[in-house]
Structures are given as structure tokens and as C-alpha cells.
């Protein structure tokens, strides 16, 4: 009966509004306990895309109590409905990139990774899901960014295929996920060494991210009204690659002034005087050093994709 559906709309609507108070979503926490749950089910079965983004609105002021509160009970039903799994399995649905339906769509994805940015930004939440949900996580995250720098007009046989929906919501000037892609992306990477290690000795991933810097720092018009993307850009190559170098080069003086005196340094130094021209190129990202054959004037490599 689609009277039945509009009148549920309009309520998770109302429950959208009122959650906006933390006190109201907590009341409703303790005294509804399986309307999480119910939620979560909504989400997963319903049948119309656009049907889930009312469920994931009220969700969002709900994860946010949870989350502030720390009610961990509450964010284990999340883990034990496999929330991040439900989500990404609905993103790769490819039904829902149509023609007819990519608007909700990137309204969807855009409250869903909104959400999932809320519940892991604290490194003890992270550390409750499971490997393969990361993993699958942060794989789905690289592959928003890889969409970001795409050429849908070069591209005509992948649009064939499947809409680009990032590309797509900028040419039409509607907000994307992408922003909060790149926060849940460095969430996961910062408790998870060994994948941040992974990525940040990856040559393709530090073009990828070249390419987006170049993109999203100049001015258009998306990014006069959305300056989150170069915000969370910058943060993430502040923390996996600005902090990582100046973490490395303080453990390096650490060590080398520990393992040889003063003055046994400074002769060496004098030494050495030339090394002193030798310089690591100051984009963090690119791996590039001066040596005998490289003197740094425009290293073309750091705008390969620009």
C-alpha cells in the first residue's frame, strides 16, 4: 500500500528532525531497543533505493549518540548486522547507477559513508570490525578516489558500463561522498599500519593522490561550494606523508646523535659539505632525490596526471 510507505517516510522524516537532539535519540536508544536493529534491516531489504535514505538519516543522529556516548552495546549490533558489509554491497549494486536512479544514489552514498566516518573516527571503534570489513572498506574508498580523476568523455566504453557517479554529480553540480571517502580512508589506514605502510610506498597511489591534489586545489565552481574535499585531501597527505617524513627524519637525527658525539658529526658534516645541496623534492608524496645526474627544476612526474 503506498499510503503505508509515505506515512513511514513522513515518520523517519519527524524521527530525522527530533534525533537532532543527542537527549531524544538517547531516549529512544533505551526505550526502543530493536529500532536499530529495524533500521538496519530497512536498510539492508528494502527493495527502493530512495525508500533507505530516510532510515540512514535517522541512523546518522542515532550513531552519533552512540558514538559520543560510547554506548558499546548498541555499536556491537552494528558490527553483528555487518553494517560497513550491508553498505558496500549496496554501493556495488549496480542497479542503483541508472540513469533513473544515480541521484539517489549519490544522495545514499553520501549519507552512508557519513555515517561510517562517524562510527570510525575513534581508533578503539575501528579496532572492533573485522579485517575483511576494513579491507573492504578502505578498498572501496581507493576506489572513489581513482573516480574522482576519471575522464568520462575519454572514456566511452566505461560509461557503457556504469555511470561515474562522482564525475556525474559534479557536472551537475550535486554533493558526493567523496570527501568523506578520503576521512574514512585515512580513519582506517591510521590504526591499521600495515595498510597505511602498503599505500604510502605505492608509486600508483601517490600519483592518484597528485592527481587529485592538482584537481581539487585549483578553483572551479564545485569546489567554491564544497571546500571538504581539499580539506580531508590535505589532511590525509599531512598525516600519511608530511608527519610519516618528519617522523622519520627525527628518529634518524635521534639515532645518528646517540651513536656518535658532537663533535664527531659536525667534522663529518664539514666533510661532506656538498651533500648539503642534496635535497628530498618538498611535495611529501613524491619519493624523488637530488643526486649526481637529478638537479630539481620541474620534476614532471609530480603532474602526471594534471
Known amino acids: ?80 548486522m555487518q553494517f560497513i558489509d550491508i ?25 552512508a559513508l557519513q555515517c561510517l566516518y562517524i562510527i570510525l573516527q575513534c581508533a578503539e571503534h575501528v579496532d572492533m570490525w573485522s579485517e575483511k570489513a576494513q579491507i573492504r572498506l ?11 580523476i576519471l575522464d568520462n568523455d575519454k572514456d566511452d566504453y566505461s560509461q557503457q558500463i556504469e555511470i561515474n557517479h562522482i564525475i556525474y554529480a559534479e557536472q551537475h553540480e550535486i554533493i558526493h561522498s567523496l570527501g568523506y571517502s578520503i576521512l574514512i580512508f585515512l580513519s582506517i589506514v591510521r590504526c591499521r599500519k600495515e595498510i597505511g605502510r602498503f599505500y604510502r610506498e605505492n608509486e600508483h597511489f601517490r600519483e592518484l593522490l597528485n592527481a587529485m591534489k592538482y584537481k581539487y586545489h585549483s578553483r572551479n565552481e564545485y569546489l567554491s561550494r564544497n571546500s571538504s574535499i581539499s580539506c580531508a585531501l590535505n589532511q590525509l597527505v599531512n598525516t600519511m606523508f608530511d608527519r610519516y617524513e618528519r617522523k622519520k627524519r627525527r628518529n634518524y637525527h635521534h639515532l645518528s646523535t646517540k651513536d656518535y658525539p658532537r663533535h664527531h658529526i659536525q667534522d663529518e658534516d664539514e666533510e661532506n659539505d656538498e651533500n648539503r645541496q642534496y635535497q628530498k623534492y618538498s611535495n611529501s608524496i613524491c619519493q624523488m632525490i637530488e643526486n649526481n645526474q637529478i638537479k630539481f627544476e620541474d620534476y614532471p612526474n609530480c603532474h602526471k596526471f594534471g
Open 1 to 80: 500500500d503506498p499510503r503505508i510507505r509515505c506515512v513511514k517516510q513522513k515518520s523517519l522524516d519527524l524521527l530525522t528532525n527530533v534525533t537532532t537532539i543527542n537527549e531524544v535519540g538517547y531516549i529512544i536508544l533505551n526505550h526502543y531497543s530493536q529500532f536499530l536493529i529495524q533500521l538496519l534491516q530497512g536498510i539492508r531489504d528494502g527493495h527502493l533505493i530512495e525508500e533507505k535514505i530516510p532510515s540512514l538519516s535517522v541512523l546518522i543522529r542515532l550513531c552519533k549518540v552512540i558514538v559520543e556516548k560510547n554506548l558499546l552495546s548498541y555499536y556491537q549490533h552494528l558490527i553483528d
Open 87 to 111: 553498505l558496500i554491497d549496496l554501493f556495488e549494486y549496480q542497479q542503483y547507477k541508472s540513469n533513473d536512479l544515480i541521484i539517489y544514489f549519490i544522495k545514499f552514498e553520501s549519507l
Open 138 to 148: 578502505v578498498n572501496y574508498c581507493c576506489t572513489l578516489l581513482y573516480k574522482s
